[in-house]
Structures are given as structure tokens and as C-alpha cells.
């Protein structure tokens, strides 16, 4: 278990955190999701003792980082992979970490099996690909055996491959009853990855909830095909309706249920060929909280960024209620 409390870095005149508070619990994957320069990495770093709060408190298992008698066995991180001595091959790399930490050697065989690079451990560190580079990462971050796992993008860089791996890793390591957070700005990975996402802005937390619930709160629509559309979108013609035309046999339809659209229909006589609850993705809800928080903005539009990366929309009877999950 990770708590924040009022937890506060300024550098400076910049206020990197401002008064963040958040539990990460222990048998579930948590999301860390912001906007670059939200504050994530120095959030991150305090967890770790590797920034001093200016304010507030940070702890892992009831206890601030550098208290633990042996950190390493209650939290493994990962925040900057590439930051090893390239000279040195992956297995003596891991070895002298190891060795630094009262970590037996068998410890670092394990930890070469579990990451993948068995095939690569002899190779120097130097020649590794960023996703190598990754996995090193992952696998010193994992040496203590810790009961934490914080990841900053620990998918950076990977393959398809990879990226399916880091998925399936932090899922079981979650499913033994340890406390995972991690941070990605892959939308559509964090939606198969995460079960509850954080989301921060400029410092602040905006969104503390599980992912169906953050999912839930974007505006669903339904999507409506049938041969004689035109009947049925001028019976749906009313205030507070929005009918969208998206192609010859097709409208969306926002302010309005499916049941109603069908009933309609029925009354018409009219046979519908697909008639479809759609609700928007981990992105869409992102873009929707995050609007008003980026630092960085680019002349790039958020809808034409949203539409450039992936995370289809997926199909759903219901959307959850979000009532007092979002700040
Ligand atoms: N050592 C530092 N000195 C001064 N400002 C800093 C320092 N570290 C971070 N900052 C600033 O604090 C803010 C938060 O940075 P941080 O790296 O935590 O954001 P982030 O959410 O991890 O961003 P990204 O997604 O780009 O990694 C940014 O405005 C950054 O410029």
C-alpha cells in the first residue's frame, strides 16, 4: 500500500505536486496517467526517497521509503531504465546490484528468467536495445522480490511482444496480492492493463477511480443503421436530442437510449439493421479530464491527436456511474 498525503515538491518558484493525497492498493494494477509534465516522475521519486517532499508525507507500507530496513524487498522500481553502467554485461550488472543489497546470486538468475533476457544476459549492457534496456530495468527493479512495483512507462519502447509481457507480468504480480502503479501515456494499454487509474494535472489529482468507472463517465451514444434512417431520425428530432448523419444508412444519436430509439422504430414500422450503445474509451475520458490541465499544448487538436492513436470505442450496454469518483 502506497498513501500520499498532501504530498507537495516545489522547485523553485514551479510547483511540481501541489497537496496530492492517494491510496494505491495492495492486489491491484493502479494507472498513473497526467499529462507530460503533471507531475509523475517527482511523485514517483518521493515514493522512493529520491526527492524530498517540500510538504506532505509519502508512505509504503505505513512507512516512509528510506525507514524500511530493507527497501528493496518492499518496493521495486523502475524510473529510469537506461540508467546502468553500459559497460558491464546484464547478468554482472544485476550481480553487483545484488550484491550491493544482501541479494543472493540465485535471486539474479530468477530475475534474468522472468524478464526474458536469459539469451542476452552475457551481453553487454551498452549494445542493448531500448526495450532490452526495459527489461533490465524491470528485471533490477524486481531483485528484492518486493511486495511494490512502481513503473514509470515500463512499456516504453517495447515490442508488441514486450508490451504483452509487461501486461501480463504486472497483472499476475497484482494478482498475488502486491501493490503495482504505473504510469503510461498508452491509453488503450492502460485500459487492458489497469484496474484503477489516477489521473493528475499540473500537481493536482483530478481523477482517483476504477477504470470502469473513469471509462463510464465519457458520453455514450447509439449508433443507428437501418434502410429508411431519414424516418427514423426525423421522429427523433426534438430538443435535447443530437442526431448525427455519419454515412447513407447510418446516425448516431446522443440524449436519447437505445430502447427509446428502438421503440420509436417499432411504432414506424421501420426495421433497424444495428442499433448500438457505444461507449468511449480510456482516451476519450482522458482527453475529457484532462483538457484544461495540459502544460505543453501543441496547434494539434484533441480530437484529431484522439483519433490518431489507438483505442477503438467499445460497445457497451451500460455506462457505471461516476458519481463522486472524479474530483
Ligand atoms: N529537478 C527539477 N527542477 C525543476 N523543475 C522540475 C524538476 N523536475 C521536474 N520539474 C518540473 O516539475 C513538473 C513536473 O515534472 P514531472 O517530470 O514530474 O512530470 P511528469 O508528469 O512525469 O511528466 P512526463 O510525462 O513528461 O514524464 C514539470 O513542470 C517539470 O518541468
Redesign the pocket.
Known amino acids: 500500500m502506497i498513501e500520499a498525503t498532501t504530498l507537495t515538491k516545489r ?2 518558484a ?1 510547483t ?1 505536486v501541489d497537496g496530492v493525497s492517494f491510496a494505491v492498493r495492495p492486489g491491484l494494477v493502479t494507472g498513473f496517467l ?1 499529462p ?8 514517483m521519486r518521493m515514493i522512493v526517497g529520491l526527492d524530498r517532499p517540500t510538504s506532505g508525507r509519502v508512505t509504503v507500507n505505513g512507512m516512509p521509503y528510506a525507514e524500511h530496513r530493507s527497501p528493496l524487498h518492499e518496493v521495486g522500481a523502475l524510473l529510469e531504465a537506461k540508467a546502468v553502467h553500459t559497460g558491464r554485461s546484464a547478468r554482472n550488472h544485476l550481480r553487483a546490484l545484488a550484491a550491493t543489497h544482501g541479494i543472493p546470486r540465485r535471486r539474479v538468475d530468477e530475475v534474468i528468467d522472468l524478464t526474458g533476457l536469459h539469451s542476452v544476459a552475457g551481453r553487454r549492457v551498452g549494445g542493448f536495445s531500448l526495450g532490452m534496456g526495459q527489461r533490465l530495468g524491470i528485471a533490477a527493479a524486481l531483485l528484492g522480490d518486493p511486495a511494490t512495483l512502481i513503473l514509470d512507462e515500463p512499456v516504453n519502447g517495447l515490442d508488441p511482444e514486450g508490451v504483452l509481457w509487461v501486461r501480463g507480468f504486472v497483472r499476475q504480480f497484482a494478482a498475488e496480492g502486491r501493490t503495482v502503479l504505473l504510469s503510461s ?1 498508452l491509453m488503450s494499454e492502460m485500459a487492458l492493463t489497469a484496474d484503477h487509474i489516477i489521473v493528475i494535472g499540473k500537481g493536482r489529482v483530478i481523477a482517483d477511480a476504477p477504470v470502469g468507472d473513469i471509462v463510464g463517465s465519457t458520453k455514450t451514444y447509439v449508433r443507428v443503421r437501418s434502410p429508411r434512417i431519414d424516418e427514423i431520425a426525423r421522429r427523433l428530432g426534438q430538443p435535447d436530442v443530437e442526431v448525427t448523419s455519419t454515412a447513407a444508412d447510418t446516425i448516431e444519436v446522443r440524449g436519447i437510449t437505445a430502447e427509446v430509439i428502438g421503440d420509436a422504430a417499432l411504432q414506424l414500422g421501420v426495421a433497424l439493421h444495428e442499433l448500438t450503445e457505444i461507449t468511449g474509451s480510456l482516451e476519450d475520458a482522458y482527453m475529457d479530464l484532462t483538457r484544461d490541465e495540459v ?1 505543453y499544448r501543441t496547434t494539434v487538436g484533441a480530437s484529431a491527436a484522439s483519433a490518431a492513436s489507438a483505442g477503438p470505442s467499445a460497445p457497451s450496454a451500460a455506462s457505471a456511474s461516476t458519481e463522486g469518483a472524479l474530483r
Do not use: F, L
Open positions: 522547485y523553485g514551479k511540481a497526467g507530460n509534465g503533471a507531475g509523475k516522475s517527482t511523485t501515456h502544460e
